[in-house]
């Protein structure tokens, strides 16, 4: 039995995760992408840095094992950040990344003119965002740019022609840049109408399992990996976390528990929305649809109280210890953890707040108060999937945080739901090696693929503190500016 590479192409990192058909993990290898804030809200990366360190992450892995026993190679992505070609493909800007605010006036321009219905029904979300904007605003300053036959991809598809010679992506990827309707399971053509676009020059929009090429000779004799294996097409990176934990199933939700902080519910059937803030996709799984819910904060808001502390030398380990170390609800410290976009449902503008802070509280009421403020902010967006009617069976956590003592348990005590913390960190490379080994596979189902390679978990229950986490619920809830 050969072995299975995925790619995880994050924001700021590109990682290379090597396992058997079987699923056991080899290895595991990353390398750093720059990212570059400019004047005006832009934020901007450069896909031949993308591409290097693609190069790097798999030249890592393959200093300590063999990559020619390889049969697929599958693909993981950000979602949303634009890539300008020419009708070659060949990059004619830089990556326009999907934090860049340069957009955001013209996609509340089209909110505006069209409505949130229009919206609901056309791309499953609601709202506009991400390409949309962007493209939008490329139409009106620089239409030369996105004019025909120049292409228009993203960071995904763009790589995947790097691997394969073909520009693809799949549903989920094309959902977050919010041109996806999935209903028909396709581009939205009126939506490409309004941005200035023609299919032809976007990707090829293929299944999650659906090969998107072989891998070129030039990238073997790079990499070390058999030339002509297949490559997915690019997978948005929540999807293929929930594919690598083995959220397959209706009533499995997943959290993704990384810089910002995720809930992917997968459903039966397509519904609208959730609270009007989910991105509603086809799951990679045949069948199944998602409602991804992003809480937009989440390690982000951890990483700034540890800078501003001066902590951010502190192991994983040395961290739980510290948080253990402060009592439950912090002896009355509250922190609202809106520090990056305000969450759905509040007033525009709502930001983040330290609140009844005292002479006696330490760094560890803090750090403490940070964990508890998401935990609240995690089980208010619970509370939406609760209400919506859609089934809420299995909570599976994964990243990073799922590896500490202290925050699942926090976490379990306040949205009152067991957790079953996924021992595999990087469970997005890992749901792209499943997804490639689907293409080896072709009578094996996702489904039962995710299953047997899924990693091992911790389940971790509520126990004593949720009585108190309950009533730190209710104060939080109360005390925020509902829109």
């Known amino acids: 039995m050969g072995s299975l590479l995925g790619l995880d192409l994050g924001t700021t990192n590109v990682k290379a995760l090597l396992c058997e058909q079987g699923g056991q993990v080899l290895g595991v290898e990353a390398a750093p992408v720059a990212i570059e804030h400019l004047p005006g809200g832009a934020v901007e990366q450069d896909i031949e840095d993308i591409w290097k360190a693609t190069l790097a992450a798999i030249g890592r892995l393959g200093a300590k094992h063999d990559l020619s026993a390889v049969r697929a190679v599958g693909l993981s992505a950000q979602g949303g950040a634009v890539q300008l070609a020419d009708a070659a493909g060949r990059p004619t800007a830089p990556v326009i990344s999907w934090l860049d605010a340069r957009g955001r006036i013209y996609d509340h321009r089209l909110q505006e003119e069209v409505g949130r219905a229009w919206l609901t029904e056309h791309n499953g979300h609601g709202r506009s965002g991400t390409a949309v904007g962007q493209l939008l605003r490329l139409g009106e300053q620089s239409p030369a740019l996105i004019a025909a036959p120049r292409r228009v991809g993203f960071v995904g598809d763009a790589i995947c022609q790097r691997l394969c010679g073909r520009a693809a992506h799949d549903a989920t990827s094309l959902s977050l840049c919010f041109l996806y309707n999935p209903r028909t399971d396709d581009y939205d053509g009126e939506l490409l109408e309004k941005v200035g676009l023609k299919r032809g020059q976007l990707p090829d929009l293929l299944k999650a399992d659906e090969a998107a090429g072989g891998l070129q000779e030039t990238v073997a004799r790079l990499t070390g990996l058999p030339a002509g294996v297949p490559v997915t097409p690019a997978i948005h990176d929540q999807y293929a976390a929930a594919v690598g934990c083995g959220a397959v199933h209706a009533g499995d939700v997943m959290f993704g528990a990384g810089t910002a902080w995720v809930l992917l519910a997968v459903t039966k059937a397509l519904a609208d929305p959730i609270a009007g803030a989910a991105f509603v996709c086809r799951h990679p799984a045949p069948g199944l649809y998602g409602q991804m819910l992003s809480v937009n904060n989440g390690g982000s808001s951890l990483s700034w ?39 759905a449902g509040l007033k525009p503008g709502t930001g983040g707040r330290l609140d009844n802070i005292h002479l006696a509280h330490t760094p560890a009421h803090v750090l403490r108060a940070v964990v508890e403020g998401l935990a609240c902010e995690l089980a208010r967006y619970i509370g939406f999937i609760r209400a919506s009617g859609v089934a809420l069976g299995r909570l599976v956590m994964c990243g990073r945080a799922a590896g500490s003592r202290v925050t699942p348990q926090i976490i379990a005590d306040t949205v009152h739901l067991p957790i079953a913390c996924a021992s595999e960190r990087e469970t997005s490379a890992l749901g792209a090696a499943i997804v490639a080994r689907r293409l080896v596979e072709p009578k094996s189902e996702l489904a039962r693929l995710a299953e047997a390679m899924a990693p091992r978990v911790r389940e971790v229950h509520p126990d004593a503190g949720a009585d108190t986490y309950r009533e730190l619920l209710r104060q939080y809830v109360a005390s925020l500016p509902m829109a």
């Open 305 to 343: 109280a540890r800078r501003m502390l001066r902590l951010e030398d502190l192991t994983d380990e040395q961290l739980d210890k510290l948080i253990e170390s402060a009592p439950r609800a912090c002896e009355g410290l509250r922190f609202w953890p809106l520090l990056a976009l305000s969450g």
